[in-house]
């Protein structure tokens, strides 16, 4: 092979090397400056559309600065600043929460198919960790000032055992990372997964199943 075809098949290993990075990454890359969402547009794309006019109100927000209300089932509560709340974050590729803990309160586990996730801890402590697909566990106790990361898709969780409140702000590789509660996923969809998929799933009975359904169906 000559040295012009070494060096072809060498740039076309290199491109697709590139190319299968970038498809690995988060959010696709922007093509413009910014691309503030147009979210009353009824069209959807992979992303939103770009307003024509904008300002920065579009890239400002004041939704994280306070704490969440906790007095819910898992005493726990995500507040977003994602695209919803920061238009301008359209095509960025970031976005960031703030999630409070009330003594004995979990954010259970649940999965980001969008986004690997970091949490700076703001108050208390909390006892958190992952499960990699080889179902390793990997946990550890945190406190103020501490981050702890929850790579991309991976199961993962954070439970206050303190007997004080606890808040976390995160941050995520996506301007929309998606989130997957496992517990409401699988007891809560709509329409419900049949009985005997769970049944055979957790080998338990009927009766079991439809109890954990009452306890996580939405409340009305």
């Known amino acids: 092979m000559s040295a012009f075809g070494k060096f072809v098949v060498i740039m076309a290993v290199v491109m697709l090397a590139i190319s299968l990075d970038k498809a690995s ?25 770009c307003k024509k006019n904008f300002s920065e109100i579009d890239f400002s927000s004041m939704a994280i600065a306070k704490a969440g209300a906790t007095n819910n089932t898992f005493g726990s509560v995500v507040t977003g600043a994602n695209v919803m709340k920061v238009p301008g974050l359209n095509t960025l590729g970031v976005s960031m929460a703030r999630i409070d803990y009330a003594p004995g309160g979990i954010n259970p586990p649940h999965t980001h198919p969008r986004a690997t996730e970091m949490i700076f801890v703001l108050e208390g402590e909390l006892d958190v960790g992952f499960i990699t697909t080889s179902n390793v566990l990997i946990t550890k106790h945190i406190v103020k000032g501490e981050v702890f990361a929850f790579p991309r898709g991976l199961v993962h969780f954070q439970q206050n055992n303190g007997d004080v409140p606890a808040a976390v702000v995160a941050g995520f590789n996506s301007q929309f990372p998606g989130t997957q509660s496992i517990a409401t996923t699988l ?13 055979k799933t957790f080998q338990v009975g009927t009766k079991q199943i439809q109890k954990i359904k009452s306890r996580l169906a939405p409340k009305k």
């Open 25 to 49: 990454a988060g959010d696709p890359d922007m093509l413009q400056d910014v691309c503030v969402a147009d979210l009353t547009n009824s069209l959807t794309v992979n992303g939103y559309f």
């Open 187 to 199: 007891f809560a969809s709509s329409p419900t997964v049949p009985d005997h998929v769970l049944t």
